[in-house]
């Protein structure tokens, strides 16, 4: 009976209040606009892939009449993001306006914190890096200190990017620690445990008024393949950081797969030898025991001394001293490399014989050495994995080395602003 009075008695009132009235013309116009909203984003996401097209030719593609693409066209040229190029050819009758996507129009923050450093990258709409900051610092330890380096990283980059005030579309964090996507504010004790709990990275938003989104690194580096480099076209691939820790993110059917908290991907804890040495985790003979940097320095330094006549003797030992030894044929250097091949070998498998990946890209530390890693671990994972014999996945390095993390970062505030374009500050209405 209620249900049957509704209609008339809500028009009723509508006639004598006419703020009601208005008020009902306003949700009405904020449920078009959020129909439209998938609509225009998709637009915007193929003159996206496509760069330069025209209005007719969006039409065709999107299946949507010339004057709906019209109109939401026309909403975009205000915003910057989409700019009129001249003339097209033409295909019978008038030549079509040309439009292109404006790389240029925004910018994003990418942060990479590592166990020992901070890089932040400033970078464009296509992935390009327009300025770049890093300094080492013990994140482990100081988060109050990280925190305001990121600050003090990320305006110096900003001041290099010249007279666009409010351009700005996010921050994105990467972490070397699982990342709950549900609370991406809180870290978990495991791989911080200085972090634990709230992070304060959300927090550094509201210097530049803008959101700050939170993920773990290899999952970035893993995005940032997938969107820039060696991963470009593959649905279904795995990128394995090598640095401080190692972690692997996976990209299953084209999308991250985080897992249901947040901790797929710890390849780094994958057990090679459950007599090894005590991890970080509490567990023995971790992947990361071996092969992790500290592990790497003190096999070198080992094997320098047993070895003699490395160009490494009584030189301080770094990652990159070692890429550059490996690099010029040193053989302690080679030697740390094929072992260190060998143990990822063995993860690796395991990963395989899991996941099936297209494509594996080793990334950070030890990447830079190329097949000297490579040739080893091929012919390891080969040996003991079941579709590594079978398909042979592709294992190659990162195609964007020691800046894929950061850029990843940057990459999945444009994944989000392009999926829904309110993140864009011109559009935020
Ligand atoms: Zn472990």
Known sequence: MVARERGPVVRLRALLNPRRERAGALARAAADSARERPLTAGIVQLIWRERRISRAEIARRADLSRSTVSEIVGGLLPTGLVAE????????????????????????????????????????????????????HPVRTDPAGTRALIAELGDACLARWPG?????????????????????????????????????????????????????????????????????????????????????????GGRIYRGANGFAGEIGHFVIDPRGPACVCGLKGCLTTFVGTPALLDRAAALVHALGGSRLAGRHLTISALEDAALAGDPAALQVVREAAEHLGVAISGMLNLLDPAVVIVGGGLARVGEAL??????????????????GSQIVTSALGARSVAVGAATLVLETALADLRHFPALAS
């Open 85 to 136: 190029v001249g003339e097209g050819p033409s295909a019978g009758g008038r030549r079509p306006i040309v439009l292109e996507f404006q790389d240029d129009a925004y910018a994003l923050l990418g942060v990479d914190i590592g166990a020992t450093h901070v890089a932040v990258a400033l970078t464009d709409l296509r992935g390009q890096v327009l300025a770049w900051e890093e300094r080492n």
């Open 164 to 252: 666009r005030p409010g351009r700005l579309v996010g921050v994105g964090v990467a972490v070397p620690s699982p990342v709950d996507p549900a609370r991406p504010d809180e870290l978990p004790e495991v791989a911080l445990p200085a972090w634990h709990g709230q992070s304060g990275l959300g927090a550094l938003g509201a210097r530049w008024r803008v959101p700050v989104l939170v993920d773990n690194d290899a999952n970035l580096g893993a995005l940032a393949e997938r969107w820039w480099g060696a991963g470009r076209d593959v649905d279904d691939f795995a990128y394995v950081k090598v640095a401080t820790g190692v972690g692997s993110g996976h990209i299953v």
């Open 374 to 391: 490579l040739a080893p671990l091929r012919e390891t994972v080969r040996a003991r994995s079941l579709v590594g014999a079978v398909t």
